[in-house]
């Protein structure tokens, strides 16, 4: 990424990685999640790999949900390799059972469209075989990762396939990356006029630029974020000021957080930290 684009990107990553899977500490009792940087080569368009592991031999399968974040991923599993759109009208869920592996590239928001030769919004609530970008060299990727012994192997093959493939640097992908990442760092900015006066631009340009670059609407980005942030301090455990929260995150009172936070997530704040609560002491070993 160019200039501050680079810099502002990449400190919301930090704070933005834990935030996006549901129910954390419950999740913790069931797989182990990872995340690897990528080359200087590749940076300017991938944001991190991601590898899960489990084991659930004998137990039951496991549901895990997960708030989408504005990105695209090239994921290579089980099933085989493929491209998941930014999920713009649901949450994400998914079973795994048995004993598995899968590993993940997340590009920047905006940085898979240097890849793609149409519009990323095209690619919301898809998931297209990778094959269609990537060609046919991506089930031998696939099938490489599949038969690496650890994660720095995984990663490395992950890294030649983009390697090859990887096109010139997009500055306007770039700048939309630290578009998204100012929204994501502040999760009080609910308004997108404030946004596009604030980077010098009319709303319209802003808007198009994300539909092209990211898939989905800054208005969409904000209120994704301000919903993370929510999950995330639901997911800290203690009494909530879900008031005083609201306040902070821009909405006009409590009852218009819970009603966004009920219409994506499925359950009231209040509910969630309860069920956040009771998964974190039934999965924490006991003395």
């Avoid at 990105?71 to 869920?93: D, T």
């Avoid at 630290?178 to 802003?206: F, H, K, N, Q, W």
Wanted: some cysteine; hydrophobic content about 45%; charged content about 20%.
């Amino acid at each position: 990424m160019a200039g501050g684009a680079t810099g502002s990107a990449k400190r919301a990553a930090q704070s933005v990685r834990a935030r996006g899977v549901l129910h954390q500490k419950a999740a913790a009792s069931r797989f182990v999640l990872a995340r690897h940087e990528p080359s200087a080569a590749l940076a300017p368009f991938v944001a991190w790999y991601w590898i899960v592991r489990w084991d659930l031999r004998g137990q039951p399968p496991h549901d895990q949900a997960v708030l989408p974040h504005p990105n695209v991923h090239l994921a290579f599993e089980s099933a085989g390799p493929a491209i998941y759109g930014v999920l713009g009208r649901e949450l994400f869920s998914r079973r795994i059972e048995g004993r598995g592996v899968a590993l993940g590239v997340r590009f920047w928001a905006g940085g898979f469209r240097p890849f793609w030769d149409r519009p990323v919004a095209c690619l919301n609530d898809r998931v297209v075989p990778a094959a269609q970008v990537f060609g046919p060299a991506v089930h031998e990727t696939w099938r490489a990762i599949a038969g690496a012994p650890d994660d720095v192997s995984m990663v490395a093959h992950a890294e030649d396939l983009l390697g090859r493939v990887r096109p010139p640097r997009d500055p306007v992908a770039e700048e939309v990356a630290g578009m998204v990442a100012r929204i994501t760092a502040d999760s009080s900015l609910c308004r997108v006029g404030e946004l596009a006066a604030a980077l010098g631009l009319p709303v319209r340009r802003l808007q198009r630029l994300f539909a092209n670059y990211v898939g989905v609407s800054p208005k969409w980005v904000m209120r994704r974020a301000r919903l993370q942030e929510a999950a995330m301090r639901a997911e800290q455990g203690g009494r909530v000021d879900w008031a005083e929260l609201a306040a902070v995150l821009g909405y006009a009172d409590q009852a218009h957080l819970t009603r966004d936070f009920t219409a994506v997530i499925g359950v009231p704040p209040a509910r969630y930290v309860t069920v956040a609560t009771t998964a974190s002491q039934v999965s924490e070993p006991k003395p």
